[in-house]
């Protein structure tokens, strides 16, 4: 009996060190595809949490709305439908407010720096913490969408005139503005604009150039203009309360401290993607301005070609009427020269 206790509690400890050495996998829904900058980040993300936790924590993430689509995120993270996930504030304007501070339509092209000042204020101020308990929701760190830009299939939108009657997909205060110059706003969200394009629903989308890249937007958009406007901030991943506080102290500060470095890791990567952009355009650019002074050239040679045949073509023509002039001429001295011998009139 007291081997078969022995044999018990010893199967008992195996098992319990067991448990205390397994890894802890967390749930993470995410609306968008496995594909462009962001999903880019957000594996660099899982991955340095497993490396910081040396594997005591793991991300399992779920692509492409498995879980729950981008405008039931905030919902669906609180009642523990995944343990954590990636929520877009302009989703929620009401109860992600203070995270929408974000995504105000002002002149902040610089990702890093929008993405950095968004981190510190939802990290240090504590009144956006209470409010986020309130909803059963942490803080763990920020991404951003970039400059907000808009794509369109038909007649491009260069000026503000050409906004009024256009079916637009919008998003937050950028779309809110496109509204009140006349245009028609249609609800949708970002993962549904290439059908909306494709079908015609819409004819504009707002958008991020990292976003229109992974979600292949450009195969429906016939052009894309920069508006050189602003960014939408609010985007970040949040964590189910319950969950956050059943985590060890070193686990919640590997998350914390991989999700501020988030900012970091993601703002360069959408400058190199930015800079290999811009360095794109100005080949093509370069590209674009030696093929029309080649044109040029090729059509100074042309004209140049076309001069000297018809200067050539033209000299028998010159030199017969020469010929005739002189011809005239010679005709003309010799009625003279009988006038001045018959003394008769010039003209008779």
């Known amino acids: 009996m007291s081997f078969l206790k022995n044999l018990s509690f010893a199967a008992a400890m195996s098992i319990a060190a067991s448990v205390a050495g397994a890894e802890t996998v967390l749930i993470h829904g995410e609306a968008g595809p496995n594909r462009g900058a962001r999903a880019d980040a957000l594996q ?24 729950f689509k981008a405008n039931a995120a905030v919902q669906s993270i609180g009642d523990g439908v995944a343990d954590m996930g990636s929520v877009i504030a302009v989703y929620y304007p009401q109860e992600m407010a203070a995270y929408g501070i974000a995504d105000l339509p002002v002149n902040n092209p610089d990702a890093w720096v929008g993405m950095r ?47 009024a009657g256009k079916k637009v997909r919008g998003t937050g205060a950028y779309g809110k503005v ?23 629903l819409i004819d504009c989308s707002q958008g991020y150039s990292y976003a229109v890249a992974a979600l292949k937007q450009a195969e429906v958009m016939d052009n894309y203009t920069l508006l050189n406007w ?41 400058t190199t993607a930015e800079r290999q952009r811009h360095c794109r355009d100005e080949r093509a650019r370069c590209r674009s301005v030696r093929t029309a002074r080649g044109r040029a050239r090729q059509a100074g040679r042309r004209r140049r ?28 001295r010799q009625v003279h020269a009988r006038a001045r011998r018959e003394r008769l009139p010039l003209g008779s």
């Open 44 to 67: 660099w993300f899982a991955d340095q949490v497993a490396e910081r936790s040396e594997n005591d924590l793991r991300l399992d993430i779920q692509w492409g709305g498995a879980l």
């Open 230 to 270: 602003g960014q939408v901030g609010g985007v970040g991943i949040f964590m189910n309360k319950d969950m956050f506080d059943a985590l060890s102290e070193d686990q919640q500060g590997v998350l914390l401290e991989t999700g501020a470095d988030l900012s970091d890791e993601f703002g360069r990567m959408i």
């Open 305 to 332: 070609e076309v001069s000297g045949r018809v200067g050539r073509d033209s000299q028998p023509h010159r030199s017969a009427g020469r010929a005739t002039a002189g011809r005239l001429q010679g005709a003309d």
């Open 178 to 200: 496109f509204g009140d110059e006349g245009a028609n706003m249609v609800n949708m969200s970002i993962y549904d604009a290439y059908q909306g394009l494709d079908t015609g």
């Open 117 to 163: 000042a968004t981190d510190e204020l939802m990290r240090s101020n504590p009144a956006i913490a209470d409010n986020l308990a309130d909803k059963d929701l942490v803080y763990i760190g920020t991404w951003t969408t970039s400059q907000v830009n808009i794509g369109c299939k038909g007649d491009a939108i260069r000026s503000v005139a050409d906004i």
